[in-house]
């Protein structure tokens, strides 16, 4: 590991051009900003633009560095905000072998029906159920969904459970008839 000096003098003669600093500085916190990329799920492509992100915000403030032993958790962190932006901006470029495959047409047909008849279900549950698997289904938060039923916050997360056991009973039940 490097002392605080030896990483001051490396920062120093990357700012300067020379090469073989920056060779040491991705050598010493490559690894470190590929894996924060990649612990956000980020495929190899574009794990590849957040680290290189990373290292282009680090050249343009290579300047205005005070504390050389805080560099490494800043590439992390900056690793992992270029990250959440590639996350944010759009579909990620998955790698081949994680790429999807065409749609089967018949497990598309009996996924679309089982979220049918999992919404006739919900629509024959009794309030407040009904509509609180409604917003759970929507996104909603906990809070937006205990103002909108009118219950104490802490109640919502107990009441969904018992919501969702009435739900898997119905289920149950119907896959038991002939």
Do not use: H
């Not at 574009?46 to 290292?55: L, R």
């Not at 937006?144 to 149950?172: D, H, I």
């Amino acid at each position: 590991m490097c002392s605080m000096t030896d990483v001051a003098l490396l920062l120093q003669a990357a700012a300067d051009g020379d090469e073989s600093a920056w060779s040491k500085l991705v050598a010493m916190y490559g690894p470190r900003m590929w894996a924060a990329a990649r612990a956000l799920g980020l495929g190899e492509s574009d794990a590849a633009d957040a680290v290189q992100g990373a290292w282009l915000r680090l050249l343009e403030n290579l300047g205005r560095i005070r504390n050389p032993s805080g560099v490494g958790a800043w590439l992390a962190t900056t690793t992992r905000r270029e990250a959440l932006l590639i996350l944010r901006k759009g579909p990620m470029t998955l790698p081949a072998s994680e790429a999807p495959c065409e749609p089967d047409p018949e497990a598309a047909f009996l996924e679309a029906d089982s979220v049918r008849r999992l919404w006739q279900f919900v629509t024959q549950l009794p309030e407040p159920c009904r509509t609180l698997l409604q917003l759970v289904a929507t996104a909603a938060g906990t809070q937006q969904a205990a103002v909108r039923l009118g219950v104490p916050r802490g109640s919502v997360g107990p009441t969904r459970a018992r919501c969702l056991q009435k739900l898997r009973t119905m289920f149950s039940l119907e896959e038991k008839v002939p």
